[in-house]
């Protein structure tokens, strides 16, 4: 399966700063890049969808000012935290898209961001 | 209506017998059906996915999918207690489609 990875794992930061989340495709090249969020028991939300070359994909409700996702190559999506707020402290994970024929549908690793 | 429905649980068993999850879904559009294990603070690992109805056997793991009631299930045989964690129920459209997940069930095996 296609492999993924995170950095960081994990970040604790104050208040008003900014956190930037990379997901790098390991095996493949990826032009999509889904990035989740998990607050504690609950399910996995999907925030947005990055694309290589052109703007993400946001959901309703998520803040494209706040959460800014860039897809830099085939290789790297990055997710920045802007002005990060307690409320923002969440598991984020990142998912290539599955390919066509196949049953690929896994999950990065995942950061664990704590706002302080 | 919630898209994806999961009974939150636990759902508890004793080691060595059968755990039955449940999923139902909203979307007919529906093609693709996976379920997820995810242990407390990991992410999300593959167990199974189903396309097809029926029932689908990996190991001590079996999908079962019933389209026209919108239902997929998740039987677990000879549970361990190293089965012990959170499943998530996921569907989509298709491969370029976003997966919906379900709330997910806590699964305790007790030894």
Not at chain 2, 105 to 111: G, M, S, W, Y
């Amino acid at each position: 399966g296609a492999v993924v990875s995170q950095h960081p794992s994990w970040v604790i930061c104050k208040s008003g700063t900014s956190v930037k989340i990379e997901c790098r495709s390991l095996d493949f090249q990826a032009t999509t890049m889904f990035w989740y969020r998990q607050f504690p028991k609950q399910s996995l939300m999907l925030m947005a969808t990055s694309n290589e070359g052109s703007k993400a994909t946001y959901e309703q409700g998520v803040e494209k000012d706040k959460f800014l996702i860039n897809h830099a190559s085939l290789t790297l999506s990055t997710l920045t935290v802007t002005s990060a707020h307690p409320e923002d402290s969440s598991f984020y994970i990142c998912r290539p898209p599955g390919l066509a024929s196949t049953d690929t549908q896994y999950f990065g690793p995942g950061t664990r961001l704590t706002v302080l | 209506q919630k898209e994806v429905e999961q009974n939150s649980g636990p759902l508890s068993v004793p080691e060595g017998a059968i755990a039955s999850l449940n999923c139902t879904y909203s979307d007919r559009g529906s093609q693709s059906f996976f379920w997820y294990r995810q242990y407390s603070g990991k992410s999300p690992e593959l167990i199974m996915f189903i396309y097809s109805n029926g029932d689908k056997e990996d190991g001590r793991f079996t999908a079962q999918l019933n389209k026209a009631s919108q239902y997929v299930s998740l039987l677990i045989r000879d549970s361990q207690p190293s089965d012990s964690a959170t499943y998530l129920c996921a569907v989509n459209r298709g491969s370029n489609y976003k997966l919906t997940f379900g709330k997910g069930t806590l699964l305790t095996v007790n030894p």
